[in-house]
Nanobody, 127 residues
Framework: QVQLVESGGGLVQPGGSLRLSCAAS????????MAWFRQAPGKEREFVGA????????YSADSIEGRFTISRDNAKNTAYLQMNGLKPEDTAVYYC????????????????????WGQGTQVTVSS
């Protein structure tokens, strides 16, 4: 059974930074695409970015304006979301998602493209 566990969320002041982690287990992740989504209260789940497990190709949402970076450590089966320059509008529950195999750029921002989801971690940006 594939499991994804996010960690690293919390309360941060505007302009601050956080690094979220997504630890994966229960599968062979050498060919998985990992993604991050977020969901603010009353809003739909929104794509943040994705990274292919092989090659490390990344896709990012325009809304993050280059402030966030996705990376991964294959040896640890862990994906990361480094968030810098945080703004109050970044406040949301952040979810990790995964799918075995290739996910195209066109598919990457669709929640239905992913088969596995973590439980989410809360990020609150406030002074």
């Amino acid at each position: 059974q594939v499991q994804l566990v996010e960690s690293g969320g919390g309360l941060v002041q505007p302009g601050g930074s956080l690094r979220l982690s997504c630890a994966a287990s229960g599968g062979s992740f050498s060919t998985y695409t990992m993604a991050w989504f977020r969901q603010a209260p009353g809003k739909e789940r929104e794509f943040v970015g994705a990274i292919r497990w092989i090659g490390g190709t990344t896709y990012s949402a325009d809304s993050i304006e280059g402030r966030f970076t996705i990376s991964r450590d294959n040896a640890k089966n862990t994906a990361y979301l480094q968030m810098n320059g945080l703004k109050p509008e970044d406040t949301a529950v952040y979810y990790c998602a995964a799918r075995e195999g290739y996910v195209s750029l066109r598919e990457s921002d669709n929640t239905r493209s992913y088969d596995y989801w973590g439980q989410g971690t809360q990020v609150t940006v406030s002074s």
